[in-house]
């Protein structure tokens, strides 16, 4: 059964850095794009990043040059990597495996962004 395990939300002042990470089991990790997507409250969920089998890499415009995805093979596992948190940042962040037709989704972590 696979399985997508999110960790590393939080609350986090305007500015400030958070580490999300995706754990990922019961699945051939390294064959998978992964990537990070946020729902914020009454909003629809939003692509934040993805990073290919190859560790090619895709982000949002309102994201690039503050957050960086990455991945470890070795421990099936997928970082995001955010900095210069803003209000907006706000979301339930969910981790997402994709080959082919093939999609799984995790649970979500909630980042939250304020003073």
């Known amino acids: 059964q696979v399985q997508l395990v999110e960790s590393g939300g939080g609350l986090v002042q305007p500015g400030g850095s958070l580490r999300l990470s995706c754990a990922a089991a019961?699945?051939?990790?390294?064959?998978?794009?992964m990537g990070w997507y946020r729902q914020a409250p009454g909003k629809e969920r939003e692509l934040v990043a993805t990073?290919?089998?190859?560790?090619?890499?895709n982000y949002a415009d309102s994201v690039k040059g503050r957050f960086t995805i990455s991945r470890d093979n070795a421990k099936n596992t997928v970082y995001l990597q955010m900095t210069s948190l803003k209000s907006e940042d706000t979301a339930v962040y969910y981790c997402?495996?994709?080959?082919?037709?093939?999609?799984?989704w995790g649970k979500g972590t909630l980042v939250t962004v304020s003073s």
């Open positions: 990073i290919s089998s190859s560790e090619r890499t």
């Open positions: 019961g699945m051939s990790f390294s064959m998978f794009a």
């Open positions: 997402n495996a994709k080959m082919f037709t093939i999609f799984y």
